[in-house]
């Protein structure tokens, strides 16, 4: 039996999580656990090889990272995107300090390689995520904007809606008035450079 750790690229959210585990499954690679943009498996070599594994995921647009930086940088994506929008988010938790405890590596480090492998910032992708989750919550109509504001870590609502004005080109106003012309899909918030219309 072969046991082994797969990055996984383009599961951005838990349906992918699930259609992951059941590509897996369904192949008869047992799936010791999966969370985002990761898998630990277990298979036999005499029933199925890395490479069927690798074409398996591909039909449903899933891609086994190889690479290490590649790897880091999916991991990173990974926790952003979990921060933001899966866990209970601590506004008094930078992004940096949670990024540094949970790799073990400087931020500058993993800022630099970031850069490199995405051709956008580490920056500008937390940046994206976080307006991207304030319309999300900001369509729910549950919280008030300075909820959302602290939510987000924003330092006030002032702060939340230069920043939202910025990335999204509207006021939160303009926003509020037709929230779905507006949304983006996560996978092109993920990726905010292949998105340019």
């Known amino acids: 039996m072969v046991h082994k750790k797969l990055i996984i690229k383009n599961m951005s959210c838990h349906c992918c999580l699930k259609l992951v585990t059941r590509i897996l499954s369904d192949a008869g690679v047992a799936v010791v656990y999966a969370k985002l943009g990761e898998a630990e498996i277990i298979f036999d070599p005499h029933n199925i090889n890395l490479p069927q594994i690798a074409k398996l995921l591909e039909v449903d647009g899933f891609e086994i990272v190889n690479d290490k930086e590649k790897q880091l940088v999916e991991q990173i994506k990974s926790a952003i995107i979990d921060l933001i929008y899966y866990s209970t988010y601590n506004a008094m938790v930078r992004n940096s300090d949670y990024l540094v405890e949970r ?95």
């Open 103 to 197: 790799f073990g590596l400087s931020y500058q480090y993993i800022s630099t390689i970031f850069s490199k492998q995405e051709q956008i910032t580490l920056e500008k992708f937390i940046i994206h995520h976080k307006i991207e989750r304030a319309k999300e919550l900001i369509q729910y109509n549950e919280l008030t904007l300075s909820e959302i504001a602290y939510m987000m870590g924003y330092s006030s609502v002032q702060y939340l809606s230069t920043q939202f004005r910025a990335i999204t080109g509207i006021s939160v106003s303009e926003y509020k008035k037709d929230p779905g012309e507006y949304r983006t899909s996560l996978k092109s918030a993920i990726n905010p450079n292949d998105d340019q219309g």
